[in-house]
């Protein structure tokens, strides 16, 4: 019979079910064959298992939250670096409209301004993941490194992010009295 690492001998038993009586047989038998064993715990397999497998979903758990944290943190940063950019344009835009811009024209052109960099940004953070993925693939239990739907869902965040950034402060800038806007500070 096997030993492990600490020396003690172990050994599985198919049954339907342990009960007291098998327990109590399956213990005769063991002294029987060395009246000076040790008899330990006696647990299901589905026990085993998941004390086997605590320290991988400790770990795999750990990852996901770091990579909840990650994922949170760079939607604010995304959206506060977009909606500071272009708030930093409403004196911008107040001209605009003062000169006779319609206001919904200007609010999808400054949107499709930044629609390039937002799935430039994305694509290029889908890359690095993917890459970054490999390498933390041995500490993932359950997950694969590139998980297909964890990806669309981050990537579509992020780019929900982003035009929702874009669009709020270019509305509200639109909607600034241009008169105001123009006037010296």
Known sequence: ?????SGAMRFAVRASAMDATMLASLRRAVLATDPNALIGSAD????VV??????????????VGVAVLAVVLAGIGVFSV?????AGRSREFGVRVALGAERRRLV???????V????GGVVLGLVLARAGGRLIAAFLFGVEPAD???????????????LVATYL??????RLDPAAVLRPE
């Open 1 to 5: 019979m096997p030993l492990n690492e």
């Open 44 to 47: 299901s397999y589905e026990v």
């Open 50 to 63: 998941s004390r086997t497998m605590s320290v991988e979903r400790y770990r795999t758990g750990l990852i």
């Open 82 to 86: 977009t909606a500071r950019v272009v």
């Open 108 to 114: 999808w052109d400054v949107v499709g301004q930044h």
């Open 116 to 119: 390039p960099g937002s799935i």
């Open 148 to 162: 297909a739907p964890t990806f669309i869902l981050v990537a579509l965040v992020m780019s929900v992010l982003a």
């Open 169 to 174: 402060p270019v509305l509200r800038g639109t």
